[in-house]
């Protein structure tokens, strides 16, 4: 077991004493502070400190019951003005700097989203520069329209070249039919007038198919 120090040794160094003072909750009285001082500034307290001093001088002026507690010059009165000055000014410095403090944090806050709007500005800015460049390489709605216009009138024009080429096709093998038609019936015509029969086949296409009865070799008869 080690001994107690001795009091009064050199070689060792001094407990501070302890002493123990009350422990006021701050923000409670930073709120009291804070009410005190918004009523001071009131008119109300204004209008309740005139009512008291004007009882307070008339009572030891008159003397009501021989109480003068106070009497001229009221030196009593103006040392309570004085007390009440004393602790109103450090109360109102009190409520003036928790109110400097909450300042000064909404400052802060509005200057941080400050900048996080100006952030958002920026990169907005540029996603919007970055959608126009990408845009310029883009077919835009009239760009389409004009083409799918143009396919259109290409479409339409080759149909009516199509249907024409098809009319002028369908007109020349009428044609070419009726020119057949006319060429077997001559065939036919000249067949006829040379002794043998024609057979016009579905397709109009002439088709000898022997000599007619006037045509044939007559027989030997037999006997």
Known sequence: MTEPRRAGRLDQPREPGRIILPRLDKEAFGRFAETFARFMGTARFIVYMTIFVIVWVALNLIGLFGLRWDPYPFILLNLFFSTQASYAAPLILLAQNRQADRDRVSLDEDRRRAQMQKADTE??????????????????????????????????????????????DRAER??????????????????????????????????????????????????
Request: proline content about 5%.
């Open 123 to 168: 990169y907005l800015s540029r996603e919007i520069a970055s959608l126009r460049i990408a845009l310029g390489e883009v077919a835009t709605r009239d760009f389409i329209r004009s083409e799918l216009t143009r396919l259109v009138e290409e479409v339409d024009e080759a149909t009516h070249r199509r249907l024409k080429a098809e009319r002028a």
């Open 174 to 223: 009428k044609d070419e039919r009726k020119e057949q038609r006319k060429d077997a019936k001559r065939a036919a015509r000249r067949a006829e007038e040379a002794g043998y029969e024609y057979e016009l086949e579905p397709d109009d296409q002439p088709e000898a198919i022997g000599p007619g009865p006037e045509m044939q070799a007559p027989r030997a008869s037999r006997g």
